[in-house]
């Protein structure tokens, strides 16, 4: 089973993609549950393989209150599992890593190729993905951000994607604990080529 951690502002947050990541998770009959407030999960515990943190249209360069991610860090902490951030939620891990984040001011919401890529990152198997001059049709996810992540270079967190994008390049696939932690700027659940994704986090968490 899956922990979704549902960063939504509102219902149908645009930018937390919540309802495609469980329409991902179906597709592939993974179990799961949501919730978006610390609640007492005893009876489950045992049976979560792992946790997807969710986008949302919160801002963490803006001033918010941090209450309003006291649940996040509390299933953190329950429950040693692996981990997968999904923009937002990658900004996050970023931050609790030791990154920093710079605000784009302006949001990036479009389809991309790699323009780097590790492909024995797991988080990828099977998405045909390559940078755009080495394979005909490469895979592009979605991505839809304005604050960019700038991982802790004196820590151990692995760079294992990244894009071009007016010209500058931006790390947007990150392994922050070997194995078990990762995040992405872009989105899977968005195209139904790429939550495949979703399935091998699932395969990770099951062999942690």
Known sequence: MLLILDNSVKKDDPLSFTKDIIKSLKKYKIPHKVVNKIQNIDDIEKKIKGIIITGSSFKLTKKENFEKFSFIIYYLIKLNVPLYGICFG???????????????????????????????????????????????????????????????????????????????????????????????????????????????????????
Not at 93 to 105: E, F, M, S, V
Request: glycine content about 4%; overall charge positive; some cysteine.
């Open 90 to 208: 990658c900004q996050f891990l970023n931050l609790i890593y030791g990154g920093t984040l710079k605000d784009n001011k302006k949001f990036i919401c479009e389809d991309i190729d790699f323009s780097f890529y590790d492909p024995a990152c797991p988080l990828l198997k099977n998405t045909n993905t390559a940078p755009p001059t080495t394979l005909t049709n490469p895979t592009k996810f979605h991505y839809c951000f304005s604050d960019i992540v700038i991982p802790n270079k004196n820590t151990d967190v692995r760079v294992f994607a990244s894009i071009i994008y007016k010209n500058k390049k931006l790390d947007c696939g990150f392994e922050f604990e070997k194995n078990r932690v990762y995040g992405s700027m872009f989105h899977p659940e968005y195209y139904d080529n790429t939550q495949i994704v979703f399935k091998n986090f699932y395969e990770i968490c099951k062999k942690w």
